[in-house]
């Protein structure tokens, strides 16, 4: 019995391994279009830059992806892996391109909140709660943006309805507690080492999508 448990953990391994390298390389190669396609407009932050920004992505892109689906396809049993590895995958990508370029590209998003809802669906949980948290998440963020005059962009606040799809109130309000004090951490960090002025813009995305990463590993030892 020890032997079979082995043998089927190391396939799982060895599978999270490739799907890690395969997604990794994917990501890269999808992101590398979806710049190409806005270059010419102005929602890229640094679109000189894109190549120097981007050497270490599929490399800490893989890292990201194969400690996360790791701990997902231990854990977690068909039908419910199959969500969380569209969700967990699609987050990393979202992490890379806001901090690379600080920007949230819609195609990711939309699909990712259309699987969330698939996933509520299919799992019997309450549609309700999860459609009130992304109206409530959105229109929370939508405020804290006209508040901070742009602070806040569009593209955290569409992160925010999608990650409510997937969680529902409780679960998404611990991912703006997680993201909001790793962010104000970071950007206190970049303001004391100089690596930002005051009045530049910092990208928050990155914290709350790895927050939304981290509440749902968590949620495995939960509902698993």
Same mark, same amino acid.
């Given at each position: 019995m020890e032997l079979l448990n082995f043998s089927e953990t190391s396939k799982t391994y060895c599978t999270v391994?490739?799907?890690?390298?395969?997604?990794?390389?994917?990501?890269?190669?999808?992101?590398?279009l979806l710049y190409k396609k806005v270059q010419s407009s102005d929602l890229l932050s640094f679109p000189e830059h894109i190549t120097s920004r981007a050497r270490l992505r599929k490399p800490l892109l893989f890292v990201l992806l194969l400690l996360c689906l790791g701990k997902t396809w231990i854990t977690v049993t068909l039908p419910a892996l199959f969500y969380f590895t569209v969700a967990i995958t699609i987050l990393c990508y979202?992490?890379?391109?806001?901090?690379?370029?600080?920007?949230?590209?819609d195609s990711?998003?939309?699909?990712?909140?259309?699987?969330?809802?698939?996933?509520?669906?299919?799992?019997q949980l309450p549609l309700w709660e999860h459609f009130a948290a992304a109206f409530g998440g959105s229109l929370l963020f939508f405020i804290l943006s006209f508040l901070t005059k742009? #602070? $806040? =962009?569009?593209?955290?606040?569409? &992160?925010?309805?999608t990650i409510g799809f997937w969680m529902g109130w409780k679960s998404l309000l611990s991912v703006i507690l997680y993201g909001a004090i790793?962010?104000?951490?970071?950007?206190?960090?970049?303001?004391?080492?100089?690596?930002?002025?005051?009045?530049?813009?910092?990208?928050?995305?990155?914290?709350?999508?790895?927050? #939304? $990463? =981290?509440?749902?590993?968590?949620? &495995?030892?939960?509902?698993?």
């Amino acid at each position: 019995m020890e032997l079979l448990n082995f043998s089927e953990t190391s396939k799982t391994y060895c599978t999270v391994f490739f799907l890690s390298l395969l997604f990794s390389f994917f990501g890269s190669y999808w992101i590398d279009l979806l710049y190409k396609k806005v270059q010419s407009s102005d929602l890229l932050s640094f679109p000189e830059h894109i190549t120097s920004r981007a050497r270490l992505r599929k490399p800490l892109l893989f890292v990201l992806l194969l400690l996360c689906l790791g701990k997902t396809w231990i854990t977690v049993t068909l039908p419910a892996l199959f969500y969380f590895t569209v969700a967990i995958t699609i987050l990393c990508y979202v992490t890379v391109t806001d901090f690379e370029q600080h920007v949230i590209f819609d195609s990711m998003l939309l699909p990712m909140a259309v699987f969330g809802i698939c996933y509520t669906l299919h799992m019997q949980l309450p549609l309700w709660e999860h459609f009130a948290a992304a109206f409530g998440g959105s229109l929370l963020f939508f405020i804290l943006s006209f508040l901070t005059k742009g #602070a $806040i =962009g569009g593209g955290d606040i569409k &992160l925010i309805a999608t990650i409510g799809f997937w969680m529902g109130w409780k679960s998404l309000l611990s991912v703006i507690l997680y993201g909001a004090i790793s962010g104000g951490i970071a950007a206190a960090f970049l303001l004391l080492t100089r690596q930002t002025k005051r009045k530049e813009y910092i990208a928050y995305g990155p914290y709350y999508a790895l927050s #939304a $990463i =981290g509440v749902l590993l968590n949620l &495995l030892r939960v509902l698993f």
